[in-house]
Structures are given as structure tokens and as C-alpha cells.
């Protein structure tokens, strides 16, 4: 059994619970640069909780600290990141 913790505050997710977010928070690194894309669902996908890179939260003020949190590290590295909404695959 898989289970799943919103990752801002580590509440765990019921099965078929209503409401999370899904996306990806993904790092891309070549010989002179690091990329980070943080992207994320039109609704959720249980056969892509698996994937590498993959992040959920259990409301939308979660998905904004995580962004926040994650922003504000970058931008004091001098590192960049995208963010922008993925299309979901049908179940």
C-alpha cells in the first residue's frame, strides 16, 4: 500500500479523497546551468503518484508555501524556476 503525505505539511491522503493538487518539482542539470521546473495537474492521477519528481498537497495554501519556499531558495542562489500547469492524461 502507497501512501501519500501532502508535501508542505505531511497530512496523509485518504483513498479517494477530493481536492489535492498533483504536479512535478524536477531539476535539470548541464554542464553550465541547473534548471527547475515546478509544474502541476488539472485534477489528480493515482497512476502517476509513482513518477520521479512527483509532489502533492492537500489544499491549494499548501501548493502556494511549497512554491514560495522553493522560489525563494532559488531566486537567493540566482537559480531559475518555471512554473506552469500540465495537462492531465484521462485515468
Excluded: H
Amino acid at each position: 500500500m502507497i501512501r501519500i503525505t501532502c508535501d508542505t505539511c505531511g497530512v496523509v491522503r485518504n483513498p479517494g479523497q477530493r481536492g489535492w493538487i498533483l504536479g512535478y518539482d524536477l531539476g535539470f542539470d548541464s554542464s553550465d546551468t541547473i534548471t527547475r521546473s515546478i509544474s502541476f495537474f488539472d485534477r489528480w492521477d493515482d497512476s502517476r503518484i509513482l513518477e520521479r519528481g512527483m509532489i502533492q498537497f492537500c489544499s491549494p495554501e499548501c501548493k502556494q508555501a511549497y512554491i514560495a519556499a522553493n522560489t525563494l531558495k532559488r531566486r537567493g542562489a540566482g537559480k531559475s524556476v518555471s512554473l506552469r500547469r500540465r495537462g492531465s492524461r484521462a485515468a
